[in-house]
């Protein structure tokens, strides 16, 4: 039995006067229940052909601006130690230690901070995640 097939065109023509109806309206499903029989299917497949059209993909990652190795409020406590270290280290020509050189201290001896003693484990925080 050949399967019968709702036209993508004909299927987007129906979505304009049913979006904005609320989902449980009357005058949703009398639409629905019209179109379904015109094409001779069933409601549910209508349903489901409506649910499987194809929305455009984000460009993005749904975490992006979220760091993923370590939590954000752990981060801002290691940016402020950075950019601290920063401005101490910086000598009278204005010439101070780079991002990763100060990583890099912070990982092999860590530092005392107000928060306590503050040790990222190795390879933890990057030069990239910081800046």
């Given at each position: 039995?050949?399967?019968k097939r709702i036209p993508?065109?004909?299927?987007?023509?129906l979505i304009?006067?049913?979006?904005?109806l609320p989902f449980?309206?009357?005058e949703r499903k009398k639409t629905i229940i019209e179109f379904a029989d015109l094409y001779g299917v069933s409601i549910n497949t209508v349903y489901?052909?409506?649910?499987?059209?194809?929305?455009?993909?984000?460009?993005?990652?749904?975490?992006?601006?979220?760091?993923?190795?370590i939590e954000k409020k752990d981060l801002k406590?290691?940016?402020?130690?950075?950019a601290a270290i920063k401005i101490k280290s910086s000598n009278r020509k204005g010439?101070?230690?780079?991002?990763?050189?100060?990583?890099?201290?912070?990982?092999i001896?860590?530092?005392?901070?107000?928060?306590g003693y503050l040790k990222p484990p190795k390879g933890m925080i990057k030069k990239s995640t910081i800046i």
């Open positions: 039995m050949p399967q993508e065109e004909r299927l987007f023509e304009n006067p049913i979006e904005p449980r309206s009357s489901r052909r409506l649910r499987e059209r194809k929305k455009p993909k984000s460009l993005r990652r749904s975490d992006y601006g979220n760091p993923r190795s406590k290691y940016c402020e130690v950075i010439h101070r230690l780079s991002t990763a050189e100060i990583i890099r201290i912070l990982e001896h860590g530092v005392d901070t107000p928060y």
